[in-house]
């Protein structure tokens, strides 16, 4: 099992930064690690993920161009770099880790979750 730990939200302004960080500890098999969020009354959604062994990222198309998603393997921290924030983007967001590679989208693909940051913007 992997453990996950989540840091990094926090309140901006529309066109503001943050960058989501996820520490893991534990299995560090071939996996693949996301991002989800979730807002008040919806349904999670993925955002991000990348799997370990090929380090090609996946992206939402509501956040493509504005976030960044990246691991540092040696460290086993995965990050979320968040850019030109926009209200919509308010939510809690998760990591979540897979073991191999998982069609990113679907949240049942995943064992393993962060308990979760909140991301809030606001004018």
């Known amino acids: 099992a992997v453990h996950l730990v989540e840091n990094g939200g926090g309140s901006v302004q529309p066109g503001g930064s943050l960058t989501l960080s996820c520490v893991e500890s534990?299995?560090?098999?071939?996996?693949?690690l996301a991002w989800f969020r979730q807002a008040p009354g919806k349904e999670r959604e993925g955002v991000a993920a990348?799997?370990?062994?090929?380090?090609?990222?996946w992206y939402a198309d509501a956040v493509k161009d504005r976030f960044t998603v990246s691991v540092d393997n040696a460290r086993h921290i995965l990050y979320l770099q968040m850019n030109n924030l926009q209200t919509e983007d308010t939510a809690m967001y998760y990591c979540?880790?897979?073991?191999?590679?998982?069609?990113?989208?679907?949240?049942?693909?995943?064992?393993?979750w962060g308990q979760g940051t909140q991301v809030t913007v606001s004018s």
């Open positions: 534990g299995d560090y098999n071939s996996r693949t």
């Open positions: 979540a880790a897979a073991r191999w590679a998982v069609p990113w989208r679907r949240a049942t693909e995943y064992n393993d």
């Open positions: 990348i799997y370990t062994d090929v380090l090609s990222p």
